[in-house]
């Protein structure tokens, strides 16, 4: 992906409970695109093995993430915006969800004591606290290779879509314009 040439693919990433659905539906309304949540893709395999406080392994990622891979060739093909909540704890996960070279991906940066408390509040979410551990041992750390956007996610979500906003907009200007304008 070239500096000037946008993404379409806004890839919110982290850890249950780091904010991803709420700052990823907010950030889609500021930028007028579709918001897609990556929960929704789980088979009822793994949502079963959640619900059961049992920690996803990566073959049972496996589908999962090819299912929102080809949702990212559909979005590039179409030229479609989008913004993608996908916790891509591993390096090689990101690198399937990135190949297209359309997606940039936004690391909501949280310390785990916040999101034990966050996750502790949850009602009628089958991601418990008591899975937050499984999750961070398997985050493997972002490279500088990545080129991730990071932001506090513990400041308010208006705030956190703002800091995104300034971000984004000084790496792709071109995203200063409307929507209709930068395709």
């Not at 579709?34 to 093995?49: I, K, T, V």
């Amino acid at each position: 992906m070239s500096n000037q040439e946008v993404p379409l693919i806004w890839m919110m990433m982290g850890v249950s409970g780091s904010g991803k659905t709420l700052v990823g539906r907010r950030l889609a309304e500021r930028l007028e695109c579709d918001y897609w949540e990556g929960d929704r893709r789980h088979s009822p395999a793994n949502l079963a093995r959640m619900l059961a406080q049992q920690p996803l392994e990566d073959d049972d990622r496996q589908q999962w993430l090819q299912t929102i891979v080809t949702e990212i060739q559909w979005a590039v093909e179409r030229n479609r915006e989008i913004v993608i909540a996908c916790s891509a704890l591993k390096t090689a996960y990101r690198q399937q969800l990135t190949a297209s070279g359309r997606v940039q991906l936004i690391w909501l940066d949280v310390p785990a004591n916040i999101i034990r408390q966050r996750l502790a509040q949850r009602l009628n979410h089958y991601m418990k606290a008591e899975m937050l551990n499984s999750q961070i041992a398997t985050f493997e750390s972002i490279t500088s290779e990545e080129k991730v956007i990071c932001v506090n996610g513990q400041l308010p979500p208006d705030d956190v879509v703002r800091e995104l906003m300034s971000q984004i907009t000084d790496r792709y200007p071109a995203l200063q314009q409307p929507w209709w304008a930068r395709k």
